[in-house]
């Protein structure tokens, strides 16, 4: 077994759970008293308007409620219950890309929610329940607006800014949302750009539930005001600053957030009020022992479910300082990340293995020009990260000094599930380690036989988690398919992630990647299907199947086997289909390679075998039996295009 890394003992003695004594006398607890384990906390965490009846009905599974008839409000969790004595605590602190800085206390944040919430009510009269999506930057107004719908019941669906016109077309129009909420632009790499035109792009045609387009004047520019256009700045200045909250139940919908299946179009993730609130803010704690006087940095864009969980719902129902970054951590430099932690003395800083990766290739000794020694926790999230950029992060960033955990969760389960407790946890380099106590992560077979140690197998949850899914929305059939449908456990169906895990040593549990047809880019998530769908639009192509093949800083990349119709130039092609790509999903989604082959491995019944491509494109030696394959021929014929 490889190196372990244990924790510090003098810090430990400070830490939210201080030893692995204290991990597995929670784990016993969870294992002996599943409810009353969950009750313990959803009793002490959470300010409750009502109490709830019951901690967990399975009555319908998989649609399982938690915190049953509890009655509580997530801006009351997250800001007001903070006023008595953490009103002139920072809240946010927001950085601009080009250094500008505010630091909004929590009073100010009470204020500017308000008003917020108040404007969304008056306005646009947006009430309990309306979908709101928000294509925003990344600056405090979009805290403001989430926690704003939260405030008065509205479900918010923030779609990511690099996302494409087409994309967030589909977006607004499978929630049937009501209002968007954007901003003229923002700045990114010393320089404005803007986000406006893509809404005025996505809502010209169709759209129509949608009444009116909100719009935050960052950067003043001179844009093309549309009929259904309010300018955010002149409206906010005449709303009160008081607003009473609505009263939520615990299984009301907080948010959607879309994500990519292995199947059809993005999946409008649906996630809850009590039970996504209570696992956001247990795992601050626990994940990044979160503790008075921490600044806690997150580098996560608020379009994925890491902005929403852990910059601005985690730390702020913990009451703790979160760090909002317009801008990108290689800019004007960089060092730009490593003088951020200087300046603002930040405890936790939690990323990506893609953006460890850049900035190790940027500099080796960059991080040790500054004085990091503010930090407590790094983290890392979205991807298996390699060794190597462990073994930087650890010693050039963390001083030796510093845990890393590694977090695995998903857009799904709304929170970490399996990750080292960094004062517990013995820390194995580039491992998740064990799953936090009260998440039965499992890796089985799918008949729920365990997968035998070393061995990969699916990674499930076998018992429901307050801060699950609820169901996809508007089609939980797909719901039940994508999620339930695959692994059962003792006859009952149980999630599964999609991933393939193996267990180890000390029942520490490695990630080993998606084994559905999902590509994960940069830490983000593409399906193979719809970026196929999009692909075939292009006239020149007859077939064509995408695979996720390994890239040294973005994880995965995407490679497209292509079988054209005619002899076009495939590099054409690849242009063209770069330019489909961006129009359909957005700049994350691009083919870095693209190859013209003569068919593509099928099974009789016409399913393409994405895994032998992806051996092939890896140039390694097939294992597999292609006997069952239409036409095994085409194995060596890819092969020969391949050389
Ligand atoms: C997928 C979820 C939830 C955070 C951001 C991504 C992969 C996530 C890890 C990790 C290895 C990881 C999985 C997962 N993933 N964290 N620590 N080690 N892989 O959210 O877009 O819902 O993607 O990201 O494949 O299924 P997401």
Redesign the pocket.
């Known amino acids: 077994m490889s190196k372990l890394y244990y924790p510090n003992k003098e810090l430990a003695k400070k830490a939210n759970i201080k030893s692995l004594e204290e991990y597995y006398a929670l784990v016993d607890k969870a294992s002996t008293d599943y409810e009353g384990y969950w009750k313990n906390f959803a009793d002490k965490k959470i300010e409750w308007l009502k109490p709830y009846s019951k901690v967990l009905d399975e009555s319908n599974k998989p649609f399982y409620k938690w915190f049953v008839d509890g009655k509580l409000n997530v801006s009351n969790q997250c800001i007001d219950r903070h006023l008595k004595d953490k009103s002139d605590q920072v809240a946010i602190l927001f950085e601009g890309d080009r250094g500008d800085v505010q630091k909004i206390t929590y009073q100010e944040l009470s204020k500017n929610v308000n008003k917020f919430a108040n404007l969304l009510k008056n306005e646009f009269n947006i009430k309990k329940g309306d979908r709101v999506v928000l294509y925003m930057p990344m600056i405090p107004e979009a805290a403001y607006a989430m926690l704003a719908c939260a405030r008065i019941g509205a479900i918010h669906s923030v779609v990511f800014g690099g996302f494409s016109a087409e994309a967030l077309k589909d977006r607004i129009e499978d929630a049937g949302a009501k209002l968007v909420i954007t901003a003229d632009g923002a700045y990114r790499k010393g320089n404005p750009y803007l986000l406006k035109p893509v809404v005025d792009e996505a809502t010209k045609s169709g759209c129509e539930s949608l009444e009116a387009v909100l719009v935050v004047q960052r950067n003043n520019e001179d844009i093309d005001w549309k009929e259904k256009d309010h300018k955010y700045n002149e409206l906010i200045a005449n709303q009160s600053s008081e607003c009473d909250f609505e009263v939520m139940d615990s299984e009301d919908p907080l948010f959607l957030l879309y994500?990519s299946g292995s199947t059809g179009k993005p999946k409008g993730v649906q996630h809850s009020t009590a039970g996504y609130i209570l696992w956001a803010q247990m795992t601050m704690e626990w994940t990044f022992d979160l503790q008075e006087g921490d600044v806690f940095w997150c580098t996560a864009d608020i379009g994925?479910?890491?902005g929403h969980t852990y910059i601005v719902y985690g730390p702020l129902a913990a009451g703790g300082t979160t760090v909002m970054f317009e801008g990108v951590p290689t800019y004007p430099d960089a060092g730009r990340a490593w003088k951020m932690i200087e300046e603002h003395k930040i405890s936790q800083f939690y990323t990506a293995p893609t953006a460890i990766r850049v900035l190790h290739k940027m500099g080796e000794d960059e991080p040790s020009k500054y004085d990091l020694s503010s930090l407590k926790v790094l983290g890392?999230?979205?991807?298996?990260i390699d060794p190597h950029a462990w073994e930087w992060y650890h010693q050039k960033v963390g001083g030796e000094r510093c845990p890393i955990v590694?977090?695995?969760?998903?857009?799904?389960t709304g929170g970490h599930m399996i990750t080292p407790l960094p004062f517990a946890t013995p820390i194995k380099p580039a491992c998740?380690t064990l799953p936090l106590p009260g998440i039965n992560a499992e890796v089985i077979e799918k008949d729920g036989t365990p997968t035998p140690k070393g061995e990969k197998g699916y990674l499930c949850i076998t018992k429901p988690w307050p801060s699950m899914i609820r169901t996809i929305w508007g089609d939980d059939e797909r719901f039940k398919k994508a999620y339930f449908g695959d692994c059962v456990k003792d006859g009952e169906p149980v999630y599964f992630?999609?991933?393939g895990a193996m267990v180890g040593e000390n029942d520490y549990i490695t990630?080993t990647?998606?084994v559905d047809d999902v590509i994960?880019v940069s830490?983000?998530?593409l399906g193979t299907a719809e970026l196929e769908a999009a692909i075939a639009e292009d006239e020149h192509i007859a077939e064509v199947a995408v695979i996720g093949t390994p890239h040294k800083l973005k994880g995965e990349s995407i490679f497209v086997y292509a079988v054209t119709k005619d002899d076009a130039n495939i590099e054409d092609i690849h242009k063209h289909i770069n330019q489909i790509l961006a129009r359909d999903i957005g700049n994350i989604a691009k083919a870095d390679d693209i190859v013209a082959v003569p068919g593509l491995p099928k099974t009789r019944s016409g399913k393409i075998m994405r895994r032998i491509l992806r051996v092939l494109a890896k140039g390694e030696e097939l294992t597999q039996d292609i006997s069952t394959l239409e036409d095994p021929t085409i194995v060596e014929k890819i092969k020969e295009v391949l050389l």
Do not use: K, M, Y
């Not at 890392?380 to 298996?384: A, W």
């Not at 590694?406 to 799904?412: G, K, N, P, S």
């Open positions: 994500t994925w479910i890491t890392t999230v979205g991807e298996p590694d977090t695995w969760w998903q857009t799904e998740a992630s999609g991933d990630i990647g998606r994960n830490g983000h998530r």
